[in-house]
């Protein structure tokens, strides 16, 4: 008899049996220094590779694949799968599994040992998507270095805690809107995309974990660059109880010279970080370089 997660169209996906075997069979035990709770469900990573909206031509790059589950159903959804693995004793063994769980779909496999804060570039055509079950502790770092070091990636879904994913979809004006909202917004439209009970995990995590969708879009035009922009960004929110006058005094090099350039980029010098939207912070980070070259000449 053939189980439900054995299919002749595609990969078989991994129970809660078949993850605490390979676990076993590795001599891990999940270290919560590197965020790993192994997902144990199979219609969970259906759920993730559904809502990523995939096409059967997408080039997916995944971050922290663990033991593979997700990764199996990512390789019967699209064309090639780039699993970017910080642990050299998974990095190693996920070939294995996928051909053991996926036999005909290796090929499809790029497994690349690395820090994915660290890593360069990835081999291989460009990539289209991000779809991950991004460890904890590095979620957004993550998430922004990806998306800064690849502008290929047209969209992407995200398995991050659920108070993350608040707020990387957060608006002007939420309490939890903050300086990942902003940053997230400068790449793409970001929305909230279901939730993740901790009984999905293996061992399960302490907190609930939330998907996060995402669409690229373009950058606010502007004549200043990204990092000004996101200093302006960080520096609003570094005291958020405090007005933008006293938050940039800091960049501007008064709180007068922040007022000034707050005033000219149309934004109230007594408003706070919340109530900005990125294309705001783009403003104002134009008028403070105004305001400084002003000052200098």
């Known amino acids: 008899m053939v189980s439900d997660d054995v299919t002749s169209a595609g990969p078989r996906l991994l129970g809660p049996a078949d993850v605490r075997s390979l676990a076993a069979g590795l001599g891990l035990r999940p270290t919560k220094q590197r965020g790993q709770n192994f997902v144990i469900d199979p219609n969970t990573v259906r759920k993730i590779v559904r809502s990523?909206?995939?096409?059967?031509?997408?080039?997916?790059v995944e971050v922290g694949p663990g033991l593979g589950s997700l990764t199996l159903g990512l390789l019967?959804?699209?064309?090639?799968?780039?699993?970017?693995?910080?642990?050299?004793l998974l990095a190693r063994a996920l070939p294995g599994t996928v051909a053991r769980f996926a036999e005909g779909y290796v090929d499809r496999l790029e497994v690349v040992e690395a820090d994915a804060?660290?890593?360069p570039s990835l081999p291989g055509p460009a990539p289209t998507a991000l779809v991950?079950?991004?460890p904890y502790n590095v979620s957004v770092p993550v998430l922004l270095h990806l998306l800064a070091l690849l502008p290929s990636l047209r969209k992407g879904l995200v398995m991050v805690q659920s108070e993350v994913a608040d707020r990387l979809a957060a608006e002007p004006g939420s309490r939890t809107y903050g300086v990942p909202s902003v940053k997230a917004a400068w790449y793409a439209r970001v929305?909230?995309?279901?939730a993740v009970g901790r009984?999905?995990?293996?061992p399960a995590p302490n907190v609930d974990s939330g998907l996060v969708a995402w669409e690229r879009r373009d950058p606010p035009a502007a004549s200043v660059s990204r990092e000004e922009v996101f200093a302006v960004v960080d520096a609003a929110f570094a005291q958020r109880r405090k007005t933008l006058r006293?938050?940039?005094k800091g960049l501007a090099g008064s709180a007068a010279a922040a007022e000034a350039a707050l005033a000219h980029a149309g934004v109230d010098p007594m408003a706070r970080g919340e109530a900005l939207h990125v294309e705001d912070f783009a403003r104002v980070a134009e008028a403070l370089a105004l305001v400084r070259s002003d000052g200098a000449a």
């Open 52 to 60: 990523a909206s995939l096409e059967p031509d997408d080039v997916v």
């Open 76 to 88: 019967g959804a699209v064309s090639r799968v780039v699993a970017i693995e910080v642990d050299p």
């Open 117 to 119: 804060l660290r890593v």
């Open 132 to 134: 991950a079950n991004l």
């Open 191 to 194: 929305r909230r995309a279901g």
């Open 199 to 202: 009984n999905v995990f293996w």
């Open 246 to 248: 006293s938050t940039l």
